[in-house]
C-alpha cells in the first residue's frame, strides 16, 4: 500500500483537538503518543477504576480504545471541516489486558470518498514487555467538524 496522504496540513491539530474535546478522552486517561497521515497510537492507563479484578481492563473498555485508536487514525484523512462518527467495529480479545498501560495502534488499511477503515492492534505493556491483547476493524464515516 502506498503512503496515505492527509487532505490538510493541520491533521494533527485538528485530530489532538477533536480527541480532547471527547468526555471519554478524560475518563479513560487516553494520551496520545502520536498521529500521522492515516496512524494513530494511543496509550490509556491501567488503572484500577477500568478493571473488573483490580488487573485487567474490562473487555468493552478495550474496545473503547480500539474504536477511538481507529477513529482518530481515519481522522487524520478527513477533508477541511469535517470529523468522524464510528459506523462500527468488531474487536477480537486475544489475551489479558492488564499490566501498566495499554498501546492502541490504529491504521488506515482502506480509505474512501467519505469513509475509511482501520485495522487496529491494542498491545499490553508492562515494563519493555508488550504482549497483543487485541485487534479489530474500525469502519468510520465522515460528518461535518461540531463548532
Given amino acids: 500500500m502506498q503512503p496515505l496522504k492527509p ?66 487514525a481515519a481522522l487524520t484523512l478527513t477533508p477541511e471541516g469535517q470529523a468522524v462518527r464510528t459506523l462500527g467495529f468488531e474487536t477480537h480479545h486475544l489475551g489479558p489486558a492488564g499490566g501498566e498501560r495499554l498501546v492502541a495502534r490504529g491504521t488506515v488499511i482502506k480509505p474512501g470518498r467519505n469513509q475509511a477503515l482501520s485495522r487496529v492492534d491494542v498491545h499490553a505493556v508492562d515494563g519493555a514487555r508488550q504482549t497483543l491483547c487485541a485487534t479489530g476493524l474500525v469502519t468510520s464515516c465522515w460528518v461535518p467538524l461540531p463548532a
Fill in 7 to 72: 487532505l490538510r496540513d493541520d491533521f494533527e491539530v485538528v485530530t489532538r483537538d477533536f480527541l480532547s474535546r471527547m468526555p471519554a478522552t478524560a475518563t479513560l486517561g487516553l494520551v496520545v503518543r502520536a498521529f500521522g497521515p492515516g496512524t494513530s497510537e494511543i496509550e490509556m492507563p491501567v488503572t484500577a477504576a477500568l478493571t473488573f479484578d483490580g488487573t485487567h481492563v474490562q473487555g468493552g473498555l478495550v474496545g473503547a480504545l480500539l474504536d477511538i485508536a481507529g477513529g482518530t
